[in-house]
């Protein structure tokens, strides 16, 4: 069972991110590092991406088109790649927040405790 439980965990996380990185680049482009810092922060610890697993996950939403980024190179700090939610993105963002709203609200339903 602690196989199909971590096999769960890994597609949940996998799925998640996806909505978790385009949701944070919705507004202002951000990098890698800064991403990372804040889910790390608004999860309250909760949730944590390794810089390791975070940059094959931009290169691919890159890959696909829905976000963009560039280099940027500010004085007195290191070059860093800034990627930004494109409107191909911002379809897919506001589709997987629907899907993950009624994913949810399903498993809501299921597990709460109904009161006689």
Do not use: C
């Not at 597609?11 to 385009?22: H, V, Y």
């Not at 697993?53 to 290169?59: D, K």
């Amino acid at each position: 069972m602690q196989h199909n439980n971590a096999m769960l965990d890994r597609e949940l996380k996998k799925g998640s991110a996806e909505l978790l990185i385009l949701s944070l680049l919705e507004n202002e482009p951000r990098h890698g590092y800064d991403l990372s810092k804040l889910i790390e922060t608004r999860s309250g610890g909760l949730l944590k991406f390794r810089v390791a697993s975070l940059y094959p996950l931009l290169y691919r939403l890159e890959h696909r088109g829905w976000i963009q980024g560039r280099w940027v190179e500010k004085a007195g700090q290191r070059r860093r790649r800034y990627y930004k939610l494109t409107a191909a993105g911002a379809g897919v963002l506001a589709s997987q927040r629907n899907t993950w709203r009624d994913f949810v609200e399903a498993i809501n339903r299921i597990t709460r405790v109904e009161h006689a």
